[in-house]
């Protein structure tokens, strides 16, 4: 978030001509130039400019799609900031230039339909809650239930909807579930049994075993990749790691659930 266009001053010395980059490749060239030296004698390059660092936008052939993702990745921002703010106490003046990025780009915290997905199934089912945007734009929710996270509701339901299997249908055997919830009570202390999402993707992949339906779910993950999912309360880093790990992107809301439904 402290990344702002600069004029670079190197290529202005070495050619007269005025030209903008990026504050943290001017802050650094100085060493780059000292290390090319030591390496072959003398520096080809005589500016950040000079390393054509300033010309990536040049590759752009959709500028409306590379602005959509733009804005996307703003908002992402927005979240993500706010969020550590939350959790550490700290960064609240990043949390406001964030807020003032968005407003110059002319977006906000609605710009996906899923968060507005969220905060509703959170308000229906008055408990922590989710939803993801497909690749196609359909919007998947997912809420707390006995055994299950809002993380990993809405990311089973996802891989249900993304493989075609209708919501109704219970993917994972009864079998796998519940040796994993006894261990989360009876061996490891926690007060609930529902499992986050690494482990409903072990019971999930459990019952692919003797369950077709279970293995197309597992297989749908990689179509998951890019989409972007928010949840109406911070979730545990475990959940948002694993998230990551398929390549979807996390936003939550920056508060914790005063129930703490996810510190079990």
Request: charged share 25%.
């Amino acid at each position: 978030m402290s990344d702002v266009n600069a004029i670079d001053p190197f290529h202005l010395e070495a050619y007269g001509e005025t030209t903008v980059n990026y504050n943290r490749d001017i802050e650094i060239f100085p060493v780059l130039k000292a290390m090319l030296e030591g390496i072959l004698g003398e520096s080809p390059y005589k500016s950040p400019t000079d390393m054509g660092v300033n010309m990536a936008g040049l590759a752009i052939v959709d500028d409306d799609a590379c602005r959509d993702a733009a804005n996307r990745e703003i908002v992402r921002r927005y979240f993500q900031t706010a969020t550590e703010a939350k959790r550490t106490g700290l960064g609240d003046e990043l949390v406001v230039k964030a807020e003032m990025l968005m407003k110059k780009a002319g977006v906000d915290a609605n710009l996906s339909p899923a968060r507005a997905a969220a905060l509703a199934k959170a308000e229906q089912s008055g408990g922590p809650a989710g939803a993801m945007e497909l690749p196609d734009g359909r919007i998947i929710t997912g809420k707390t239930s006995t055994l299950l996270g809002a993380a990993s509701s809405v990311l089973l339901n996802a891989l249900k909807a993304q493989a075609g299997i209708d919501d109704n249908l219970y993917i994972i055997s009864d079998l796998a579930l519940e040796p994993i919830c006894n261990l989360r009570t009876e061996q490891l202390g926690h007060k609930n049994p529902r499992l986050h999402p690494r482990e409903m993707l072990i019971a999930l992949s459990t019952s692919s075993l003797t369950n077709p339906m279970a293995a197309t779910a597992i297989q749908a993950a990689g179509a998951l990749r890019g989409c972007d999912a928010y949840f109406s309360v911070i979730i545990p880093s475990d959940d948002e790691l694993l998230y990551r790990s398929l390549g979807i992107n996390v936003c939550c809301e920056p508060k914790y659930e005063q129930r703490r439904y996810y510190q079990g």
